[in-house]
């Protein structure tokens, strides 16, 4: 089973940029379908992107054109990289893999805190 320990959250201006990574441990990462999520203050988590084992990309509305999902398999790591942010990306930002042969094989990150305010 995958370990995942996210990193690179923080307090950043309106209009900012800030890149999340994602280390993975413990299994082939180049198989994982690796997402991110994201969960505001008395929200529902909710997916902000999505890059698959074969590097297809999905993003979210509320983040496209902004945000920028990446992976490196050599470094066993996937990135969120966030541009233009907003007040309103302000939540706790979580790492997620499934296992692409198995997809009920599935690890969350314990999350990493963004918080966009002036």
């Known amino acids: 089973q995958v370990q995942l320990v996210e990193s690179g959250g923080g307090l950043v201006q309106p209009g900012g940029s800030l890149r999340l990574s994602c280390a993975a441990s413990g299994s082939i990462f180049s198989i994982y379908h690796m997402s991110w999520y994201r969960q505001a203050p008395g929200k529902q988590r909710e997916l902000a992107a999505f890059?698959?084992?074969?590097?297809?990309?999905t993003y979210a509305d509320s983040v496209k054109g902004r945000f920028t999902i990446s992976r490196d398999n050599a470094k066993n790591t996937v990135y969120l990289q966030m541009n233009s942010l907003k007040p309103e990306d302000t939540a706790v930002y979580y790492c997620y893999a499934i296992d692409s042969r198995a997809p009920r094989n599935s690890t969350w990150g314990q999350g990493t805190q963004v918080t966009v305010s002036s």
């Open positions: 890059i698959t084992s074969d590097f297809d990309i």
